[in-house]
């Protein structure tokens, strides 16, 4: 693992893995997105970004097979999975699917 954004303990928080490589160009431009939403749901999702290069087996155990890859963990198990280069209302649609909608993320209702 190359290193997580947010706080340093465990907690009841859910974790979303972004899998990528240095020598992946849609990764690297993905990193001020992924940022930027860490920043807005710290307090109920923690970010840890692994290199594939770095942690093959990590990478494998999640059958990771292109890079960026982005897997949500709830407890133990990976609930949500997007691949390839993708768009901030993709991530955000994924967090709010299921985590909930958040004051930072879609609102429901009028």
Do not use: C, W, Y
């Not at 020598?23 to 840890?48: F, I, N, Y």
């Amino acid at each position: 693992m190359t290193g997580r954004t947010g706080g340093s303990g465990r907690n009841s928080r859910d974790l979303l893995l972004f899998f990528s490589a240095q020598r992946s160009g849609p990764a690297r431009r993905m990193d001020s997105l992924l940022a930027q939403l860490a920043r807005k749901e710290r307090h109920r999702l923690e970010l840890t970004r692994v290199d594939v290069d770095e942690s093959p087996e990590l990478a494998r155990r999640f059958k990771v097979r292109q890079v960026p890859t982005l897997v949500l963990v709830r407890g133990k198990r990976a609930v949500a999975r997007l691949e390839g280069k993708v768009r901030a209302t993709d991530i955000e649609h994924l967090v709010a699917q299921h985590l909930g909608a958040s004051e930072t993320g879609r609102r429901k209702g009028p």
